[in-house]
T-cell receptor, first 109, second 113 residues
Framework: GQQLNQSPQSMFIQEGEDVSMNCTSS?????WLWYKQDPGEGPVLLIA?????ELTSNGRLTAQFGITRKDSFLNISASIPSDVGIYFC?????????FGAGTILRVKS | KAGVTQTPRYLIKTRGQQVTLSCSPI?????VSWYQQTPGQGLQFLFE???????NKGNFPGRFSGRQFSNSRSEMNVSTLELGDSALYLC????????????FGPGTRLLVL
């Protein structure tokens, strides 16, 4: 099925470091979303972006909606051990969400 | 407010059997979407129900079906199970202005042997 191109696939970083991940698509989306999934749980919405160029923060998380509406990035500042998990980007087209394959984040304490 | 609940949480079936999964959305939410999550394919959209009607459908074979009841609870059925149907099945509900307020349940992990 169609997916967004999300990178990197996985990251192994030092606690306190900043993290950056991104998603690209060949198609335009009107809404970009970022989710985090912990083991054994469903994805939890972190940030929603509704306008091209929009930059939104949620605590240590910052995400931007690309001006071409074909990409988005997520930054996590000063990572901590509880940031581990899988991060998904998702684009909204109509009433359907299209997901990236996920970025696995592992933090070394 | 209680979150999205899914039952059962874990299930083991054998090839050829059928399975029914259940999802109870957040109280007041009328839309329920189902997704299949596998390591190889990520999260794939199955279908969406709103007010007991299927509003959207993904690219899955007819063995995958669903329905929604008048209380917004939804069930998903997979008939003639195949090994490749082993996955985490996620249900999400929303009741806001759009899909962006979609909340996921913990999922049902299905293993087909």
């Amino acid at each position: 099925g169609q997916q967004l191109n999300q990178s990197p696939q996985s990251m192994f970083i030092q606690e306190g470091e900043d993290v950056s991940m991104n998603c690209t698509s060949s198609s335009i989306f009107n809404t970009w979303l970022w989710y985090k999934q912990d083991p054994g749980e469903g994805p939890v919405l972190l940030i929603a972006l509704y306008k091209a160029g929009e930059l939104t923060s949620n605590g240590r998380l910052t995400a931007q909606f690309g001006i071409t509406r074909k990409d988005s990035f997520l930054n996590i500042s000063a990572s901590i051990p509880s940031d581990v998990g899988i991060y998904f980007c998702a684009g909204l087209r109509g009433n359907k969400l299209v997901f990236g394959a996920g970025t696995i984040l592992r933090v070394k304490s | 407010k209680a979150g999205v609940t899914q039952t059962p949480r874990y299930l083991i079936k054998t090839r050829g059997q059928q399975v029914t999964l259940s999802c109870s959305p957040i109280s007041g939410h009328r839309s329920v979407s189902w997704y299949q999550q596998t390591p190889g394919q990520g999260l794939q959209f199955l279908f969406e129900y709103f007010s007991e009607t299927q509003r959207n459908k993904g690219n899955f074979p007819g063995r995958f079906s669903g329905r929604q009841f008048s209380n917004s609870r939804s069930e998903m059925n997979v008939s003639t199970l195949e090994l490749g149907d082993s996955a985490l099945y996620l249900c999400a509900s929303f009741g806001g202005t759009g899909q962006e307020t979609q909340y996921f349940g913990p999922g049902t992990r299905l293993l087909v042997l």
